[in-house]
């Protein structure tokens, strides 16, 4: 079967029933939402009902690609989403080589609604699905399920998303797997999957997918190429992350003043400390080789490494990614990198999310300092600062994982244990609406702050975060201007400047909701992509056939950015809910000097996003004006029916 | 006589040369089709890949000029190389030798690097 790629197909998977069945999504869709997250975003709020329980038969989990995936645009993007157990919206997107077999299996979106009453697994081959027996998978680890189901179906090309223990088990916002290390999802679509009893989903396609202007798309390949490729990238960051990946960022945050240090309470880590945990150390003595998504044009971003020696010996993994040195080190001031590698491997064996995990550890290990927690809550574990017992750090990281003695107040969150600990704990429990933060720190960037605070998923730096805000070099206010954004860069890029931070948080949440909509590797976002869109926006009329213009194009993605508000908002969230933590918004940092995050400061700039997104100041909800304009009247209509106040 | 070789160890499994192959004579991306000169077969846990090739070399059409065919303009790690036997053992010797010097070739060609590389001294502390 040969695909083009204007119409969209959704496979609807009730699991009550025990029923599947393939339909057609609109085609003008394609045009309007594009696809992947832009979809899964109005899929989301047209059939998820308001208030509805989120480990309910009436959740949806959508797990879906888009109209590029398939071509070597499409980076194996695949998008997950589902309401989350916190009632915010839950999107992820993660790597791998499953999306293109998707669609290439004739299916671009899996809706699954219902529960199975025993684990079952889904098996979709060439369009045709069979929901099968997964009791001999139930329980099982990550890497024990993909050897088991591979040995199963017996084709080495079948390709696999599934959820570990922890997914089985509820565990706070655990994530979908696939291909063992790359997960996606975070805000808690491995809990809400595993509600279902849905322990995995394998599929083997034989199509193929045939591109509506081949000449036009090698031209806009090449274009695309260029700016993102390791050799020609006029970007600086390009080879560096290319090839050495997340680990640098330890060095390089700190060096700024800026890596979250003991819980956040400190912004400054040993400078020795920080090479024991960097890029050099893991390449020179774990990395074994070089690993990546479907048509990545970068080398190495993701790496297999393995340990030789040591207490840990003979640990195997991969995807050392996400910030997860910075989180498993100075938030920890654990500077023991086989620890951080073990740590992080048994988060993906067992399914964990790893943001859950530091941020829940280094938690009960401030308790634990100031005395909140002794060794008796413990189960007799030392968890001081500094991870004086490392063996018994991995074990309770399994315990969280199985919900077992201590792990099982963990496997709650940071939020849920420290609601039920008390005892001012929740004064440094860094979530933002019941999620924790990743490994950006707020208070030296009021961007960070911003971004993470109004984030409709929770903390979630990959829908906005520019790896390099200003590109002075690459790109003058003139410049922008052409490109249809207004703002002034130079101010934009001030870290601890309020001025422009709404406008530029605008751009970017719109520009990313495009990438991921298409979808396309948002780490790619290099060279002057942040800003000009137009090789991404070639490359979707070339492979849609679908002539759109520039401005149009843009809006899509304001469209997506709308509906997921709309969504959070229909769950009762509002503007006081777009807050900082309490810790970065009441204290100052003593050591760098930068000071708490001044709440006249913050409303300002929430005032400019609202403002520049249309939405209302006072409630955050969407104005019935910016959804008219969009092309969203039902939207609004919908929210007005729901009692909400939409102002006009 | 020019032709494709293959360096194993640097093969990150992308599946960008198998892709882009197929489509260059029908337009269609399709890593099964039969006709493509270029699979990579990926070897269970995530393990190691390994790049098969059955072709000339002369390529269909080359996206970056004639000289070269398209799957090794684009192998991001350089895996692929294209040239006479003299050439493809040069090209070894030079990943070996940068081997010995930095890590950042276990998973990645020294050809494919912009940047001039100096091994940093190593009781300096920093790099």
Redesign the interface.
Known sequence: M?RDNKVQTILRVDLSLGKTRLETLPEEWTAKYIGCRGVHSRLLFDEVPPKADPFGPDNILYIGTGPLE???IGMGRLSVACKSPRGTVAEGSCGG?FGPELR?AGIDYIAVSGKADRPVYLWLHDGEAEIRDARHLWGRKV?ET??LL?EELSD??VQFRYIGPAGENLVHSSPIFG???NSGGRAGCGEVMGSKKLKAIAVRG??????AD?EGF?KA??NF?RRV???TSRDVWT?IW???GAPVIVRVFNDQGGIMTRNAQEMHWDE?KC?RVSA?PY???Y??????????????C???HAIRSGPFEGFRG?NLWAAIPSIFGPLLDNDDLELIIVMAGMCNQYGLDVFHVAYTLAWAMECFEKGIFTQADTDGLDLRFGCPDKAGLVELIRKIALREGFGDLLARGCAGASKIVGKGSEKFALVVKGQELEGIAHRNSYMVALGVAVSEVGPDHTRWYPPHPGHPALLKNEDLASLGVHLDLAKASQGRNPEEKGKVLRWFTMSRAIVESLPSCVFLVRDTLGFDLHPWHDLFQAVTGIQMDYAEFIRAGERVMNLDRAFLVREGFRRADDRPPFRMANEDVPDFGFPKLDAAIFDRMLDDYYQANGWSLKTSIPRQSKLEELGLGDVSRDLEKCGMEVEP | MKRIYVIEDLCNGCRLCQTFCSSLKTGVFNPDDPQTGIRVLKMPGEEQDIPLVQCSGTCLRSIGGNEEPTCVTLCPTGALIYGNLEFARSRRMELAAARETHGLFKVLAPWKWPFPWARPQKDSGKA
């Open positions: 040969i398939g071509t070597p080589f290439r890497n993909d050897a591979r080495p090309d291909n063992r290390d034989s199509g193929g997918i045939r591109v081949y090698l390949y090449r190429h490729a390791v050799a080879p290319g090839a050495y020795e090479n050099e390449l020179e003595k990395v074994t080789r070089a690993k990546a998504c479907f048509c990545c044009p970068l080398p190495a993701k790496k297999q991969g």
